[in-house]
């Protein structure tokens, strides 16, 4: 089946604009995170939904917002971009999310702010 | 501060080495997983451990969970130009969110 898919791969924006990322999940899983990765700081975990609900928040200014949809797709927007922003965000699919549920990675949108 | 802190952060070594990355933590997980990512890539599933003191090879790679599933060690056996990439430990603990690791950059020289 097919993987996780992340729209677009790249992208560049101006300081100050705002920003939809999209992700659509492995058919049939119902959890999805998203993660910001920079050479400094690692992987850092955005938020997840599970079934259209926030489950988790990492701990990320309000300009980072997420929603998901009926078919569990989700959209991660940032508004106000700093140059901060800059890197791949990744989004991870998972099945029912259970504790030993595994996750699996779209290849990621490479964001670059100027 | 990282939950997961991973060792080494570099390594460079000769094709037909052996190797050792491991990935410490304070913290219980009820599952850990081991990422492969390249560059512009997302990161790929190798493994799960979930049962404290489980080894599972794949290939030339061993995966181990610690007994008191804190901490794990991935071993190469023979390295290849194929495994370079950075290295990637991931916690699970309740609530379903990950914890990842701070990331081994491994580089195999031809």
């Known amino acids: 089946k097919a993987g996780v898919t992340q729209t677009p791969r790249y992208l560049i924006k101006t300081r100050g604009q705002q920003v939809t990322l999209s992700c659509s999940p492995i058919?049939?899983?119902?959890?999805v995170s998203w993660y910001q990765q920079t050479p400094g700081q690692g992987l850092q975990f955005l938020f997840e939904y599970f079934s259209e609900t926030q489950r988790n928040k990492g701990n990320f200014p309000g300009r980072f917002s997420g929603r998901q949809f009926s078919n569990s797709r989700s959209e991660m927007n940032v508004s106000t971009l700093e140059l901060g922003d800059s890197a791949l965000y990744l989004c991870a699919s998972s099945a029912l999310g259970g504790t030993n549920t595994e996750a699996f990675f779209g290849q990621g949108t490479r964001l670059t702010v100027v | 501060t990282q939950l997961l802190e991973q060792s080494p952060q570099f390594l460079s070594i000769q094709e037909g080495e052996n190797l050792t990355v491991y990935c410490n933590s304070s913290s219980v997980f009820s599952s850990l997983q081991w990422y492969r990512q390249e560059p512009g890539e997302g990161p790929v599933l190798l493994v799960t451990?979930?049962?404290?003191?489980e080894v599972k090879k794949l290939k030339r790679l061993t995966f181990q969970f610690g007994d008191a599933r804190k901490d794990s060690s991935l071993h190469i056996t023979a390295a290849q130009p194929g495994d370079t990439g950075l290295y990637l430990c991931a916690g699970r603990r309740a609530g379903n969110q990950f914890y990842f690791g701070t990331g081994t950059s491994l580089t195999v020289i031809p």
């Open positions: 058919s049939g899983h119902r959890s």
């Open positions: 451990v979930v049962t404290g003191g």
